[in-house]
């Protein structure tokens, strides 16, 4: 799979009140969460991205609640991936089990300017800057979490071993 | 090579032999829960997969917490969706408003998070029973739909930092002060994906309530469980939380003398001042002597964090026979029912309305800007909850302070950030 967009480019602790702010948590809509998405950060962002662009960040994306409300805003808002040099915890395990792609790559969190046009080989972890002519290489997802992927996320895993 | 606490009870939940850092394991939960923000997401991906029943009625539990009573009709529909999924499934500990309180001060209060048990919470603080010697850790929703369908759940087996605390903390000084101080030492996420064990003599000096407030808050830390060995003040308050539950059996685990860590932190905190975190992260924290400039325009005294009865206590200590400023407003949240109730017999809710602060239902309230306190553009308030994030608590512009309770009480007072001894 190929994912093709621009760069919105963030720092480092971006939390998931910025990402979702809690007043719309009162939807489980992936679509109406997308409307607010970033809007902790730039109440504008749902309205400026453009299908298939990603979010790039530094460390430690996704900080704070555990609400699956902010990988589903991001979804939502029509974000194809994010890449970051390091995730919270939880939001990891968001991401992977709402099938949001998510990348570590100290590299390209680094290397990637806002509005660099990228693009990401997402079955090889490959990122490339059309931009600036780079490329850059995402920390290797672990075998058991690469298993709940190619299930198409935990609760088919789930659905499977029952 | 021995096992840390955390990597006991992994273990006693799984099927494999052995267990090291970094290896993915499916275990057996033996209590989930879910809230009126996060169940209504895991209800409909349980339904999804067309499960008809859920692993167990007796193990989950559904608090409706963050936007109860009902802020809205959008949050009445959620709280809805929750109270009809108790309903059909007959999940025993469904708490209804009128009887429930702040899930991560209800569970342990109601005899449900034990010694030695695997908890998840699809709620960031689930990581509180670690106070209990407990496994805890916050999940999303689709992890809390995985467990309704079958009781289990994968985890990485974490690395363990040891956080040792030397020496007898000061009056004025609390489990608060020690975990700001410690997220301001390692950043917030300095213990990000590991086990934080809490251990040392200040630990054994500190009431269960001051536990609860440090593991807590170790998500604040990026970490995955905030764990402390049960000891006779622990084993003292399950006996008596156990009676609630009827809960008979449970199982106490200490870490080996060779366990392995990867990182060890030692700190000496008889001198450690009453600890303030300025905007806008957890780990932005100063001495209380540091913050004496800021004028605040509300307070907030409760959470998950710091609305239990040790919290409320020390409270109305400081605002005994005080008035709160008269540009302040002060808002106070009992934790649970039980704990308003024991408010209410010790006197010191009197004390709160004496001294003009206003006095809530349990509720998560303000502390993730829900509602009950939601401040204006520029407003600032010190507050005993947990995050201070930029727009946390309602306006991006407005500020969020954190603090213990004596701290935000003695704050509410002078009308600035105050040290409890400016008052008393």
Redesign the interface.
């Known amino acids: 799979m190929i994912l093709k967009g621009r760069a919105w480019k963030f720092g480092d602790n971006v939390n998931t009140d910025e990402i979702i702010p809690a007043k719309y948590l009162v939807t489980t809509d992936a679509k109406e969460l997308g409307t607010h998405c970033m809007d902790g950060i730039d109440s504008e962002f749902s309205k400026k991205v453009t299908k298939g662009d990603l979010i790039v960040a530094g460390k430690n994306f996704g900080c704070g609640s555990s609400r699956e409300h902010a990988p589903l805003s991001i979804k939502g808002c029509g974000v194809s991936c994010v890449i970051a040099e390091s995730f919270a915890r939880i939001f990891f395990r968001n991401g992977i089990n709402i099938g949001l792609s998510i990348f570590e790559s100290k590299e390209a969190a680094a290397g990637i300017e806002d509005k660099d046009e990228i693009e990401v080989d997402a079955s090889r972890g490959e990122i490339r800057n059309l931009t600036k002519n780079e490329v850059y290489t995402s920390k290797p997802m672990p075998e058991f979490i690469l298993e709940l992927i190619k299930a198409g996320g935990l609760m088919n895993w789930v659905s499977t071993k029952r | 090579m021995g096992y840390t606490i955390t990597e006991k009870i992994l273990l006693g939940h799984t099927d494999v032999k052995k267990i090291s850092p970094g290896d993915?394991i499916e275990c057996k939960v033996d209590l989930c829960l879910g809230n009126d923000?996060?169940a209504?997401?895991a209800i409909?991906?349980f339904e999804?997969?067309g499960a008809k029943k859920v692993f167990d009625k007796k193990r989950i539990v559904l608090v409706p917490d963050?936007?109860a009573p009902a802020k809205?009709v959008?949050?009445a529909?959620?709280l809805k969706v929750l109270r009809e999924f108790a309903k059909k499934h007959q999940i025993e500990h469904y708490y209804e408003i009128g009887r429930m309180g702040i899930e991560h001060a209800l569970i342990p209060e109601e005899g449900l998070a034990m010694p030695g048990d695997l908890i998840i919470?699809?709620?960031?603080h689930?990581c509180t029973y670690g106070a209990v010697g407990a496994f805890s850790t916050?999940?999303?929703?689709?992890?809390l739909?995985?467990v309704f369908?079958?009781g289990r759940l994968?985890f990485?087996v974490p690395e363990s930092i040891k956080f040792v605390y030397r020496g007898r903390p000061n009056k004025w000084v609390g489990g608060k002060d020690i975990i700001l101080f410690t997220i301001g030492e390692v950043g917030?996420?300095g213990a990000?994906?590991k086990a934080m064990e809490f251990t040392g003599e200040a630990i054994s000096y500190l009431s269960m309530d001051d536990r609860f407030t440090i593991c807590n808050m170790a998500?604040e830390a990026?970490g995955?469980n905030g764990i402390i060995e049960p000891d006779a003040v622990t084993l003292e308050y399950v006996r008596r939380a156990a009676k609630k539950s009827g809960r008979k059996r449970y199982k106490v685990y200490k870490s080996d003398k060779d366990a392995e860590y990867s990182e060890m932190k030692e700190y000496n905190v008889s001198k450690l001042e009453p600890q303030v975190a300025f905007p806008s992260?957890p780990s932005n924290v100063k001495p209380v002597s540091k913050a004496k400039h800021v004028k605040v325009d509300q307070v907030v005294i409760g959470s998950c964090t710091n609305g239990r009865i040790g919290d409320l206590r020390l409270a109305a200590k400081v605002l005994n026979g005080k008035k709160v400023h008269k540009d302040v407003r002060a808002i106070i949240f009992p934790a649970t029912q039980s704990i308003y109730l024991q408010a209410v017999k010790e006197g010191l809710i009197e004390v709160f309305i004496k001294a003009g602060c206003a006095v809530s239902t349990p509720s998560c309230g303000p502390c993730?800007?829900?509602h009950l306190g939601i401040l204006a553009e520029g407003e600032r308030s010190i507050a005993t909850t947990n995050?201070n994030?930029?727009?946390?608590m309602g306006h991006?512009k407005s500020e969020v302070y954190l603090s213990n309770p004596a701290v935000a009480a003695a704050s509410a007072v002078k009308g600035r950030i105050a040290h409890p001894e400016e008052v008393i």
């Open positions: 993915f923000i996060t209504p997401l409909s991906e999804r997969t963050h936007f809205d959008k949050s529909e959620q919470g699809a709620d960031s689930a916050g999940v999303g929703s689709t992890d739909a995985a369908v079958s994968w990485k917030v996420d990000l994906y998500i990026g995955k992260l993730l800007g829900g995050r994030f930029v727009g946390r991006p």
